[in-house]
T-cell receptor
Framework: DGGITQSPKYLFRKEGQNVTLSCEQN?????MYWYRQDPGQGLRLIYY???????QKGDIAEGYSVSREKKESFPLTVTSAQKNPTAFYLC????????????FGEGSWLTVV | EDQVTQSPEALRLQEGESSSLNCSYT??????LFWYRQDPGKGPEFLFT???AGEEKEKERLKATLTKKESFLHITAPKPEDSATYLC????????????FGRGTSLIVHP
């Protein structure tokens, strides 16, 4: 089935560690996105990529990094510089045309211990 | 000031009690307005896209409508399984197709 796969579903990070969240899509979408969701807040954009080997900072990029070496993959690294990383992270993708709708993965929970 | 405001923040309904959720937006030009349903601990599920004032879309008990300043998600005779958070998002003309999301309306339908 076509879709967006995020892994792991749950991740625990120790203080000072970098962790990487995986996002893979088999929808042949060009654009991919990472959002952060906190209770009571809307989705906030971390990074986005319109095309392979290119990505742009979103509204809250500090403490995060990404890469886009393949069309299907857009991993997000949460670095030790991110002071409040505990959140629900959502990966999304969009096909050009087709109404420009963004589709989401199932999300990853990151908790700092 | 938020570009996308959803109201109410939370709504409790009895099964069968119809109601509406509101999404108001303040963008200079609307490329598209999107509605999503999100269950706890899961990613948002796409429901509808609306492009121009007067447009309507329906899916089972849900109907989305659009005016020049707001959108409504009407829920007719809701069932407990309709309980979820409903998110609205807006794409602005001239932007990079990145939608701005509202904070959502949490809907609980009691049996």
């Amino acid at each position: 089935d076509g879709g967006i796969t995020q892994s792991p579903k749950y991740l625990f990070r120790k203080e000072g560690q970098n962790v990487t969240l995986s996002c893979e899509q088999n929808l042949n979408h060009d654009a991919m996105y990472w959002y952060r969701q906190d209770p009571g807040q809307g989705l906030r954009l971390i990074y986005y990529s319109q095309i392979v080997n290119d990505f742009q900072k979103g509204d809250i990029a500090e403490g995060y990094s990404v890469s886009r070496e393949k069309k299907e993959s857009f991993p997000l690294t949460v670095t030790s510089a991110q002071k409040n990383p505990t959140a629900f992270y959502l990966c999304a993708s969009r096909a050009t045309g087709s109404g420009n709708t963004i589709y989401f993965g199932e999300g990853s929970w990151l908790t700092v211990v | 000031e938020d570009q996308v405001t959803q109201s109410p923040e939370a709504l409790r309904l009895q099964e069968g009690e119809s109601s509406s959720l509101n999404c108001s937006y303040t963008v200079s030009g609307l490329r598209g307005l999107f509605w999503y349903r999100q269950d706890p601990g899961k990613g948002p599920e796409f429901l509808f896209t609306l492009y121009s004032a007067g447009e309507e879309k329906e899916k089972e008990r849900l109907k989305a409508t659009l005016t020049k300043k707001e959108s409504f998600l009407h829920i007719t005779a809701p069932k407990p399984e309709d309980s979820a958070t409903y998110l609205c998002a807006v794409q602005e003309v001239g932007g990079s197709y990145i939608p701005t999301f509202g904070r959502g309306t949490s809907l609980i339908v009691h049996p």
